[in-house]
């Protein structure tokens, strides 16, 4: 029986120890991570092969840190982008998104979920009915719409912490006639950190 005992404590802390050993800390550093993506975007519902017709577009941003640990990270994003899709619209939008970000090694994927503000410019006049009159006019050049999001990805961080990554997301513009317009982009891009 005293044998057993001291088995089970030698074991419980050899077990502590290499546990310890593993953690790794990381070092509290004064840096701005910058991200930076291009992206094929396209008006449809999620269909990976509609997003060859659509736009192009590009993205930056910064992402601030609810929790910083080695295996994982609680993220809010903020950014900023612009598309244009051909013969349709282009679209300058600032957004900001909640998210977490799971690390295996050096790879990582993560899911973020938020909205923002999208200004449009449409290529075609598009008009507006008039409620009380039910005339149709022409309506303004740019519109103001609320865009929310939801995306996911892959990516890989090398040992100075910078990132490459691949993202699919999907994001709306609404209203349109009380429903939501849907949108699906498809991103590569490049996260840095700036020292301060």
Known sequence: MMKTLQ????????CIGTA??????VPVQKSLPITISLFAESISLPT??????????????????????????????????YYHHPQVQNGLFINSEFGYRTFIGSFFADAFLGGGAL???????????????????????????????????????????????AHYELF?????????????????GTRFFIRQ
């Open 48 to 81: 990976i092969k509609r997003i060859k017709k659509g736009g192009i577009g590009i993205k930056v941003g910064t992402e601030f840190y609810y929790r910083n640990r080695p295996g994982s990270q609680l993220i809010q994003t903020l950014t900023i982008g």
């Open 7 to 14: 088995f089970v404590l030698l074991g419980s802390l050899v």
């Open 20 to 25: 310890r050993a593993q953690v790794q800390v």
């Open 172 to 188: 709306g513009e609404m209203p349109i006639h009380n429903v939501v317009l849907p949108h699906q982009a498809l991103s590569i």
């Open 119 to 165: 200004l449009l410019r449409p290529m075609a006049p598009s008009y507006e009915r008039n409620e009380s009159t039910g005339a149709y006019r022409k309506a303004s050049a740019t519109q103001l719409k609320f865009m929310p999001s939801v995306q996911t990805g892959i990516g890989y961080r090398f040992p100075n912490r910078a990132m490459i990554f």
